[in-house]
Structure formats: structure tokens, C-alpha cells
């Protein structure tokens, strides 16, 4: 089944402790990008990335990294989590054709404390 | 960049009835508007899209209307059902890149 599965679904951590949320495509897509969903914010773009060895910024990318080594992997790391990336996170593929449709993960619920 | 504004945040309907959804761009480049929809516990998922080349596109109970010159689009859900309560986010892409509007919470009551 075509898919994109991030892990963990939920996660509790405190501030400063460094994590990562894994996220991994079996569609063999090229573009691969982070969105963060905030109530009346919609969902707004963290990072992307074209292929692999190629990452850019989105719109609110401080406090994030990302690293593509592998086209299907392409994980989202929090080197100092802070309260206000309290949040809802998709990753999210497609083909590298900008009108192609989007596939999600189902998210991870984020709580920094 | 691209901003896209989406209205109501919330629409509540009476089972049966139309939907409509409103949603307004800046940048006249943009040339792709997809719509998403998202049940809860999930992701985001495609339901349909138009480009700008199109003026209407349709399918099944979903519809979609695009007025280029007043930089505006909507979704149109009729004989609204349960499973239609969801939230929808409406998206413009300008150069592959798509910024989403904020999201319209829709409920859809028996």
C-alpha cells in the first residue's frame, strides 16, 4: 500500500531534550516536505526537499533541521524543543511535478513542556 | 509569496444541504489550486484541484469554481453527508510551492 508513516503518532517531551520524528515514503517520490497545523494557522511548510542531498526552507523553519541522505526517508529534528513547537506535524511526498497531488502521514502531536 | 485566505473557519449544514467554501489568493501567477481534506486522526488528503486554464471542474457531489480575475475559488459540496464533516483546507501553488489557507471546519448534522 502506497503510504507515508511517521513515527511516533504522539510525543511528550521537555524542553531542550533533543528529538527526532522519522518519516518514510514507499512511493518513491522525490519532493518530501514538513508542515507544521496550528489552529487558524492552516498548515504551514517547515522544510522541503527536492531529492535527496537537497533541502530548503519553508516559511517557518527556526528551531528545525532536516536531513535527506535517502529518498525515502526524510526525518524532522527538534535540537532544542521550546513550548512554542507545541504542535501538529505532517510529512508529506509527491513526484517532483509541482501540480501532483500531495500524500500525508497521519501527524505526530508534539507537547513540549 | 503567495497568501491564500479561506472563509467561514466553520460551517455547520444540515444533512442534505450545499456547502460552500470561499477562498481568495494574492498572487495572480499561481496557476494550481488543489483541495484537501482531513478526517479526524488523520492527514490531509486530495479530494480535487483545478488549474488555471479551467474556469469549473466536478466531481460527483464536489465541485470547484475558479474566477481568475477576482483571484478567488471555491468548493462546493451538495446533498451534504456525515462523511462529509471534516476540516477542508484550500491551497495555491505558485511555482510548485503551495501555501494552504487556514481551514474550514465543517459539520455536517443529521
Known amino acids: 500500500e502506497a503510504q507515508v508513516t511517521q513515527n511516533p503518532r504522539y510525543l511528550i517531551t521537555v524542553t531542550g531534550k533533543k528529538l527526532t520524528v522519522t518519516c518514510s515514503q514507499n512511493m518513491n517520490h522525490e519532493y518530501m516536505s514538513w508542515y507544521r497545523q496550528d489552529p487558524g494557522l492552516g498548515l504551514r511548510q517547515i522544510y522541503y526537499?527536492?531529492?535527496?542531498?537537497?533541502?530548503d526552507k519553508g516559511d517557518v523553519p527556526e528551531g528545525y533541521k532536516v536531513s535527506r541522505k535517502e529518498k525515502r526517508n526524510f526525518p524532522l529534528i527538534l535540537e532544542s524543543p521550546s513550548p512554542n513547537q507545541t504542535s501538529l506535524y505532517f510529512c508529506?511526498?509527491?513526484?517532483?511535478?509541482?501540480?501532483?497531488?500531495?500524500?500525508f502521514g497521519n501527524g505526530t502531536r508534539l507537547t513540549v513542556t | 509569496g503567495e497568501n491564500v485566505e479561506q472563509h467561514p473557519s466553520t460551517l455547520s449544514v444540515q444533512e442534505g444541504d450545499s456547502a460552500v467554501i470561499k477562498c481568495t489568493y494574492s498572487d495572480s501567477a499561481s496557476n494550481y489550486f488543489p483541495w484537501y481534506k482531513q478526517e479526524l486522526g488523520k492527514g490531509p488528503q486530495l479530494i480535487i484541484d483545478?488549474?488555471?486554464?479551467?474556469g469549473e471542474k466536478k466531481d460527483q457531489r464536489i465541485a470547484v469554481t475558479l474566477n481568475k480575475t477576482a483571484k478567488h475559488f471555491s468548493l462546493h459540496i451538495t446533498e451534504t453527508q456525515p462523511e462529509d464533516s471534516a476540516v477542508y483546507f484550500c491551497?495555491?501553488?505558485?511555482?510548485?510551492?503551495?501555501?494552504f489557507g487556514a481551514g474550514t471546519q465543517v459539520v455536517v448534522t443529521p
Open positions: 491551497a495555491g501553488s505558485l511555482g510548485g510551492k503551495l501555501q
Open positions: 526537499s527536492m531529492n535527496v542531498e537537497v533541502t
Open positions: 483545478i488549474r488555471s486554464n479551467v
Open positions: 508529506a511526498s509527491r513526484t517532483g511535478t509541482g501540480t501532483s497531488p500531495l500524500h
